[in-house]
């Protein structure tokens, strides 16, 4: 058994999307999360600032001794995850890796849709990594950078995101797609309007979903998880206003009482 904590972080309060479907597996661990929310966003952002800021981040939840860590930022993953990897002392699971595994789906899937941030896309870290594991043929990426700032103003539903996902995946809804990636983990919030524009036949893969997976049978395993008592989250964000409880809470599905403003 290992009681330590599994660390989490994000560019800002996206991640505990992730954090949602890790404490659903994983009921018993302990989590630390941490939101850069003094440096949201990071899909606008360089490569070379990105692994800055993701570095930074992980430096500061191995210091809360984490027993490994979780990069739920799809552009810290996409643009950082190996920096990361290199530097850290504790095994280090990242979102696009988990989202980019189709064990799920058998056979090949020959078309899918990758949705994300500007970074995310242009980076075409899922393309890349779809295209190595020989399980997929055509990769379509689309870049929705508007869809960030309307979910943080909580219209996940109605005309106006209903527009806007119109907008956005209007050249994807003739390519005869199986699966869509949510690459940001914002997006599971407005899967209902995305399925209504797409179409229900077609699968929206969360990768927060397959991260909780492959993370829960990497601990159980290597003989770390923790078999004793209630999982409690402890929260980091680098800045904090009403708002930000506001909008963690519509992405964790519950109440937050305890957040903690650190410097990094």
Do not use: W
Not at 125 to 149: Q, T
């Amino acid at each position: 058994m290992d009681s330590r904590p599994i660390g989490v972080f994000d560019s800002g309060l996206g991640g505990l999307t992730v954090v949602r479907q890790i404490k659903k597996i994983l009921p018993r661990e302990n989590i630390i999360y941490l939101g850069d929310t003094a440096r949201v966003p990071y899909g606008t952002r360089s490569k070379k600032i990105v692994t800055k800021f993701a570095l930074e981040d992980s430096r500061f939840l191995e210091k809360k001794n984490v027993k490994c860590i979780v990069i739920a930022c799809n552009t810290a993953s996409s643009l950082a995850s190996l920096e990361v990897k290199k530097a850290s002392k504790v095994p280090v699971f990242d979102i696009v890796s988990s989202g980019s595994d189709l064990s799920n789906f058998p056979g090949k899937v020959k078309k899918i849709g990758v949705i994300g941030t500007s970074g995310t896309i242009n980076s075409h870290a899922y393309k890349k990594s779809l295209s190595s594991n020989k399980r997929s043929s055509k990769v379509y990426e689309i870049a929705c950078p508007l869809f960030v700032p309307f979910i943080e103003e909580n219209e996940v539903s109605g005309s106006l995101i209903n527009l806007l996902v119109a907008k956005y995946l209007k050249n994807l809804r003739n390519k005869n797609l199986e699966l869509i990636i949510l690459g940001c983990t914002h997006y599971p919030l407005i899967k209902d309007s995305i399925n209504k524009f797409m179409g229900k036949k077609i699968e929206l893969v969360d990768p927060g979903v397959s991260l909780a997976k492959t993370l829960s049978l990497y601990l159980e395993n290597n003989k770390m998880l923790n078999n004793k008592g209630n999982g409690k989250v402890n929260y980091h964000l680098t800045d904090l206003n009403d708002r930000f409880v506001k909008v963690a809470e519509k992405f964790l599905g519950e109440k937050i009482n305890d957040i903690e403003v650190v410097d990094l």
